[in-house]
């Protein structure tokens, strides 16, 4: 069974930073797509950053220029470097994976709270 399991949430002020991390104990193929959303109080989730085998990245506009997405050791991980945060980040962080067939693989969430 796949599993996704994220870390590095926590409480930090306005203006901090913080590194999100995903480890699957699969490893994706290069077909394969790996993300983060995010969903705060209230509100729907919402796809924050992807990043494909090929290392192409994409992120919403609300988070270009601050956070970056990276893949590493070799397709089973993924990080959210997170900088400049506000308060309107806060939410919990979820990682996701699509294999190459298509399939979609969830972790359970980490808290990111930003006070200001």
């Known amino acids: 069974q796949v599993q996704l399991v994220e870390s590095g949430g926590g409480l930090v002020q306005a203006g901090g930073s913080l590194t999100l991390s995903c480890v699957a104990n699969?490893?994706?193929?290069?077909?394969?797509?790996m993300a983060w959303y995010r969903q705060a109080p209230g509100k729907q989730r919402e796809l924050v950053a992807v990043?494909?085998?090929?290392?192409?990245?994409t992120y919403i506009d609300s988070v270009k220029g601050r956070f970056t997405i990276s893949r590493a050791n070799a397709g089973n991980m993924v990080h959210l470097q997170m900088n400049v945060l506000k308060p309107e980040d806060t939410a919990v962080y979820y990682c996701?994976?699509?294999?190459?067939?298509?399939?979609?693989?969830w972790g359970k969430g980490t808290l990111v709270t930003v006070s200001s």
């Open positions: 699969v490893r994706f193929s290069s077909g394969s797509t």
């Open positions: 990043v494909t085998g090929s290392g192409a990245t």
């Open positions: 996701n994976a699509q294999n190459a067939a298509g399939t979609l693989y």
